[in-house]
């Protein structure tokens, strides 16, 4: 069928190991082309469930571009489209359509549940987890749909841990959602939870007004997708470990624990719907030591529909052993790009953790190596973002970290740190 998308699956790596070499890394760039449906073909089914957070502390201007934003999502679907609107306080409940069901998206309806939205008030308290598990229950009568839900929040869950854990379990695998944290009183952490249990993205809203700006591009975004799930499949030998598997571009996303095993030697790792777009992964695998000369498949990949097992794209991760020094020890440049990259990630993390736990002289350390490995690897954003957090003279090399340091700049350096650059290029690996 002409309006099916075409994927491939591209690997990178340095096969070549020494003879106590274990690690096998590589990067796999999954790209997806020819996914956007024509006008003479049918669009794909999709359900998408709109959740506003109408708690107390959106009061004044925040439920004003709240109702703005929402009737943008609104306006963005395409006919035909099942929608709901959810409006999320320490409960959740549909204010459209009427009934716990979605309606399809039509110029009629879309009035409709925007007349609703501008009814939409500000009251209660914040249970982000009851949010999703009625995004879920909407969403489980179109089991076939590319299913999706955005939601926005501006205030910290008033859930327990565990509660708030268990409903993000039970959405696991139900639908793909896309949050956005509004103002600087929201905790990044969980959404982060949100996103990853669910194989979104997150977002930081820094200014209110541009609210509906982003609400329109998660919509288009989500209504460009024309495949409701694929599974990566991954095999590896009987003597070897699988230790893991990350999403590092466009975000960075960690999927080893989300297995579901094939067999001993095969499992299924979800990466949730597709448009047309490209992304890549880092696989590593631990191989037993080989003589030189030989050489295995450490392992098989394969992208494939979980429903009808059609395989769309693979590709192999190889290993082959040699007493060569220099041709062992040469990393490939995309896999050193994204090692760095993650590597990055977890300095900001540990950095600002450290520093919110008072822990001066380990957060200093962190942020000012951050800084260094941004600069480096070309990422002026973060090193932007960084500069407002920890102070590095440029003449002694000596950081600090630096006081008074506004919540909105952490947020959006916590939030950002997610978000990969991709290698350039001039530089791609071999």
Known sequence: MGDQPTFSLHIDQNKFLSTDGREVHAILTIGSTGAVTTTSAAPAEAAEVIIVDTSGSMSGGKIREARQAASTAVQSLRDGVFFAVVSGTDTARVIYPQGRQLV???????????????????????????????????????????????????????????????????????FVCDSLGVGADWVPGELRKVAEALLGTFDFVRNQGDLADFFRKITKTSMSKTVAELVMRVWVPQTATLKFVKQVSPTLLDLTGKRTDVNPLTGDYPTGSWGAEEREYHLCVEVPPGQVGSEIRAGWVKLLRPDTQEVLASGNVLAQWTDDLAASTQINRKVAHYTGQAELHELIQDGLSARAAGQVEVATARLAKARQLATESGRSDTARLLDKVVEVDPHSGTARLRRGVDKADEIELDTGSVRTSRLRKDGEGR
């Open 104 to 174: 399809r998206a039509s110029r009629a309806t879309r009035t409709e549940a925007q007349n609703a939205i501008g009814r939409l008030s500000a009251h209660g308290g914040t249970s982000i987890g009851q949010w999703l598990l009625l995004a879920a229950d909407l969403l489980a009568a179109h089991p076939n749909a590319i299913r999706h839900a955005i939601l926005m929040t501006d205030g910290q869950n008033n859930e327990r841990a565990d509660v708030f854990a268990a409903a993000l379990a039970r959405c696991e695998g139900a």
